[in-house]
């Protein structure tokens, strides 16, 4: 399709994530994407830092995806899912199951990480209620999180970081225990579990579940916290008898150098929430699994789940799950996320000696460069673009979570940029 993009027209009328109608931050024209480049309307080619927020795993316009839709289109684009059902969803949900921890039987799909969110919520809900304890309907959860922007998710964001501010006087009031400062590769802080145990032994009987991102606090600080205190979060649920939601939206599917994050900490959440990589970045499709334990808890004494959208289980969006989840499992993204983590921490450590760095991070496929001050956006994608490449930071966070399948020399170029920027525009 080769007409022309309205910028101005953009401009006017299309709201973009996060921006004013009126002072509308720049946004470049991209007409196709294959591999790891994006292809903008000036023929500018640029190497893709962002895989799309972390879910274009294999590259764009991959052939085995685009065969995978094709061939689903042919048969149907969509059906509904009531009082109907389609080899696509019975397949990804075999395939689900079979790859997440195994007390994880039950799969519920919706339309996007935020709904998958809320239908975890839901479910613990109506878990308690079925179990006669409708006082359980607080969540607890950490500061610095992120979960999505519809309504019961802005709830557990954090109240600062997590983009909602506006709305904390409207929101579902939650707990919070503090972020954990323990990082990946140490054991947990004693204050931290120790402020997690206080929580719940001051609230444990209005708390329905934790909820957490395992191991990658993504969104609200791109941080990584230390296994150990995740293994002890899921020993204190355990303990006082509270679910735990683990939110993979953003570390499944071996970003963070393991299948699923809670393996970092050999535990298994009670629900799990998939999300992002789980099309290959193709199609928006969630995923909430959940034991056997909970789906039996909600069915009892004639119990239904409330829940059922439109798109429910969409054919397409299944297909391409499944032949992206094909893909990872005949591919050696292994070693492929392997060999990022060492080039990223090789290549990023320089930062740590500018001024303008506060710190780096790395794990996994995922890079940051926190620096001291906040990033102008717009600044920060002008310089990255006239660089060549695709990098879009957000407050002090310069980050990366490239395609696994990016080659030496393109992530090279990444960061060489991310240098540059931070010896140069960042440290004005
Ligand atoms: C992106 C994200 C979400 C929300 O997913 P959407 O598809 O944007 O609604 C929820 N949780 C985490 C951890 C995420 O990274």
Redesign the pocket.
């Known amino acids: 399709m080769d007409w022309m993009i309205d910028l101005e027209f953009d401009r006017r009328h299309l709201w973009h994530p996060y921006t004013s109608m009126d002072r509308p931050l720049p946004v470049y024209p991209v007409t196709r994407a294959n591999g790891v480049r994006l292809t903008l309307e000036n023929g500018t080619e640029l190497v893709d830092g962002m895989a799309s ?2 879910s274009v795993i294999h590259g764009y316009n991959h052939p085995r995806l685009n065969a995978a839709v094709t061939s689903q289109l042919g048969n149907m684009a969509h059906v509904m899912f009531g009082g109907l059902t389609h080899a696509p969803a019975v397949e990804l949900a075999r395939k689900l199951v079979a790859l997440t921890p195994a007390p994880l039987q039950k799969v519920f799909l919706s339309d ?6 809320e239908v975890a919520i839901k479910m613990t809900l109506q878990y308690w209620q079925n179990q006669n304890e409708p006082a359980r309907h607080k969540l607890l959860t950490i500061r610095k ?6 309504f019961a ?1 802005m709830a557990v964001c954090d109240p600062v970081t997590g983009m909602h501010e506006n709305f904390s006087g409207i929101l579902q009031q939650h707990y919070f225990a503090e972020a954990p400062r323990c990082r990946f590769g140490g054991s947990a802080h004693a204050d931290d579990v120790e402020n997690m145990r206080s929580l719940l032994e001051a609230h444990g009987d209005e708390i329905a579940a934790v909820i957490l ?1 395992p191991v990658v606090q ?2 609200g600080r791109m941080y990584f916290y230390s296994a150990d205190y995740l293994g002890q979060v899921r020993k204190l649920c355990d303990e006082f008898g509270v679910l735990l939601i683990a ?5 499944g599917f071996g970003r963070s150098g393991k299948l699923f994050a809670c393996e970092h900490a050999g535990i298994s959440p009670d629900i799990l ?1 998939l ?2 990589a789980l099309t290959g970045g193709y199609m ?1 499709l ?1 995923a909430t699994l959940c034991t056997d334990r909970v789906a039996e808890g909600i069915s009892r004494n004639r119990g239904v789940f409330m829940h059922g959208p439109t798109f429910m289980a969409n054919p397409l969006a299944c297909a391409c799950a499944l032949a992206s989840i094909d893909l990872l499992e005949d591919g050696d993204w292994r070693s492929r996320v392997a060999a990022i983590e060492a080039q990223l921490s090789r290549e990023l450590a320089p930062c740590r000696d500018l001024d303008s760095v506060e710190e780096v991070r790395v794990l996994g496929a995922i890079g940051v460069v926190e620096m001291k001050a906040a990033v102008d956006m717009a600044k920060a994608q002008a310089f990255f673009v006239d660089r060549g490449v695709w990098i879009r930071p957000f407050g002090r966070l310069t980050y990366i979570m490239p395609p696994y399948v990016i080659d030496a020399a393109d992530l090279a170029a990444l960061t060489e940029a991310i240098i540059a920027f931070a010896a140069g525009p960042a440290s004005l």
Do not use: F, L, N
């Open positions: 927020w972390w996007s990480g935020s709904v998958a969110v999180g992120y979960h999505g922007d519809t998710a991102e993504g969104a939110d993979e939206i953003a570390t929430c999300g992002k928006t969630a």
